[in-house]
């Protein structure tokens, strides 16, 4: 009676089915764009990562609706003799029962027999071997431990130190550790890296025999929550000097708690094994809070890297910098100018910007910002589905409760957009819990902004009042300026009907930075229904308002007030009447409610108006607009 392999043929069978395979291995074909579809040519096996599932060649015909009868014809057998085959592989040959350790032993021959009729995968050290069986197999543990005792087979852990178990096949490739039998497979039957993995959890660290791999390059794959990341850093700590180099790896914040590697696949986590590699290149694994590193000046030298500009010349990652500027100045028009630029991906004024997600901290204006942000809209960046994030209220830095809600949001941010890029504290004073001018309560603050550059990478931007009797410098302790790496600017001047900014970097710690920038205040309508409100924001000018007949803000306010008070003297006739200072005593008022004194107008304002030429006097009787409606305040 004629005797037929279903092994033996089954290549023929999977290149009938499937085609040509995509790569092939000395006991391995893979098709698929991804190589997502596996044949094991020792155990005529098949399996699917993508949809989780395989079988022998029964399964890739069912699968593929090809007909076993015409796939025998085909080959040249009869399907009288499949039954009376004993190397048949056509159907799923039930396995042996196996029972514990006291039960039952298996010889070498069982367990090779085992691995070929139901075993999805196998993984040996010397005496060890850890079996991954199918749903539905008799075994009902999915991973199944076995140990060598006097030359037979046990289904027990073995006594002593345990072995973790891996494949090395990639000498130039990174051994991948994980903390998993599943996750290890992915690691190497989907992308194609040598892996490793250990038994007894995160703290069985001194129960493992590692080595196996000493003298590797090392990746330990961190599982996605705290204890895998410090499991990470303890392992690492663990095999210093033993291996060649060791890099812990964190999951991209998309991974959801429990996916590994072998689930990285189906979820599109990585495009493909490139993909993969180029993250663990990349990953600059963080330190865990409360560390402290020493490290030697030599290896220090080659340390050196390119500056990760959040915008190019201007702020980079891992910064405290500085916006000040005195009251309605513009400082917070160029803080949200400047978050809107990272969070978009677009160029800040001429700098190119990297995106990145930023939260705003809107302590002062939070009636005005969205006004703002309608304005930018209109003439600047399109906001649509840009990952920036604003406050509903001011957050005490340095307050504990309120410190732990911002990190919280922080990890909420970072787990939709990825890393962010920059916090905005606008403003200190609305931030800082105590007194800005005590060194004590300022130290604390910065501390706190330290913990946050420290832990999450990012550039922390301040926006910070001038002094109440030095318009160059930030009010409060020394503490705020010998803190920071970079420090800006911001000076308002008013010419006529227009606003003028001028935006200059006054510290840069490593050297040359950011070129001063001159901005013109453009007002817009806010669009929409029942809308009737301006805003508007700022534009790079070339205009010249340097020249000496430029008009202070309250100056426009005291011109303003002559005009208004002509009005209501004479509707009909206003420009025919002229005014004594008096008249104007009580109704001048700066935009925080301040209200002007007579003698500042008389001494001050009113002859830098006559200077300028926007009022005229005539015989003594009295002051006159030179003309209405020309320097209308429209910065709000």
């Not at 330990?220 to 210093?240: E, P, S, V, Y």
């Not at 832990?455 to 910070?464: A, F, S, T």
């Not at 002509?566 to 409610?593: R, S, W």
Request: with cysteine; aromatic share 10%.
């Amino acid at each position: 009676m004629q005797e037929y392999d279903w092994q033996k043929i089954a290549p023929e069978v999977a290149k009938d089915v499937l085609g040509e395979p995509k790569t092939t291995k000395s006991n391995e074909w893979r098709w698929g764009n991804k190589g997502s579809l596996t044949f094991n040519l020792e155990t005529a096996q098949f399996y699917d990562f993508e949809n989780g599932e395989g079988g022998g060649v029964k399964w890739l015909l069912e699968k593929y609706d090809r007909s076993v009868t015409d796939t025998l014809k085909k080959f040249g057998y009869d399907l009288a003799l499949q039954t009376n085959s004993k190397h048949s592989m056509l159907d799923d040959n039930s396995p042996p029962v196996i029972e514990k350790r006291n039960a039952r032993s298996l010889t070498t021959e069982q367990i090779r027999t085992l691995h070929k009729q139901s075993v999805i995968a196998v993984k040996y050290t010397n005496d060890f071997v850890v079996m991954r069986f199918p749903e539905g197999h008799s075994i009902k543990q999915k991973y199944a431990p076995f140990s060598r005792d006097n030359g037979s087979w046990y289904m027990q852990r073995p006594t002593g130190l345990l072995p973790i178990y891996c494949e090395v096949e990639h000498l130039d490739k990174p051994v991948i550790l994980n903390e998993g039998e599943k996750a290890m497979l992915g690691c190497s039957e989907i992308w194609n890296y040598d892996s490793a993995c250990f038994h007894g959890g995160v703290n069985a660290i001194d129960k493992q025999d590692w080595s196996l791999l000493h003298n590797r390059n090392l990746v330990i794959w961190c599982d996605n929550d705290d204890a895998g990341k410090q499991f990470g850093h303890d392992l690492q700590k663990r095999l210093k000097g033993k291996c060649k180099s060791i890099k812990v790896v964190y999951p991209p914040k998309e991974f959801a708690d429990k996916d590994d590697l072998w689930d990285a696949k189906a979820n599109s986590y990585f495009a493909d094994s490139a993909a993969l590699e180029d993250y663990i290149n990349k990953f600059v694994t963080p330190k865990p809070k409360g560390s402290v590193t020493f490290t030697r000046a030599d290896q220090v030298l080659h340390q050196v890297s390119n500056p990760k500009w959040l915008i190019k010349d201007v702020c980079e990652e891992e910064s405290l910098m500085c916006i000040t500027g005195s009251p309605k100045s513009g400082k917070s028009f160029i803080g949200i100018t400047m978050a809107c630029a990272i969070a978009s991906g677009q160029k800040f004024y001429g700098n190119q910007s990297f995106q990145k997600p930023v939260l705003y901290i809107v302590g002062e204006g939070l009636r005005g910002i969205s006004r703002r942000l309608h304005a930018i809209e209109q003439g600047m960046y399109s906001l649509n589905d840009v990952p920036l994030y604003l406050s509903d209220r001011a957050i005490r830095i340095n307050d504990k409760d309120d410190f732990a809600k911002l990190e919280e949001q922080i990890k909420s941010v970072e787990e939709i957009e990825g890393q962010i890029g920059m916090i905005v504290v606008d403003t200190i004073q609305r931030c800082l819990v105590g007194n800005e001018n005590s060194s004590e309560d300022v130290g604390a603050f910065i501390n706190q902004l330290d913990a946050l550059i420290s832990d999450y990478k990012c550039c922390i931007c301040l926006v910070h009042h001038t002094g109440h009797n030095n318009s160059k410098r930030g009010r409060g302790s020394s503490v705020i300026g010998a803190s920071l790496d970079y420090d800006f600017l911001v000076e308002r001047t008013d010419k006529n009907e227009h606003m003028y900014v001028k935006f200059e970097q006054t510290l840069n710690k490593d050297g040359q930075g950011m070129q001063e920038k001159n901005f013109k205040f453009t007002e817009v309508e806010i669009l929409g229904e029942g809308l009737e409100l301006t805003s508007g924001y700022l534009e790079l000018t070339d205009d010249d308002f340097t020249v000496a007949d430029k008009i202070p803000y309250v100056r426009g306010l005291v011109l303003k007030a002559i005009e208004r008070e002509a009005i209501l003297k004479d509707a009909a006739n206003p420009e025919d009447v002229f005014l004594q200072p008096k008249d104007l005593e009580g109704k001048v008022k700066d935009k925080d409610g301040k209200t002007i004194s007579l003698n500042s107008i008389k001494t001050t304002h009113l002859p830098k108006l006559l200077a300028s030429g926007h009022v005229v006097q005539v015989d003594g009787a009295g002051y006159q607009s030179a003309e209405f409606n020309k320097l209308e305040p429209k910065f709000n």
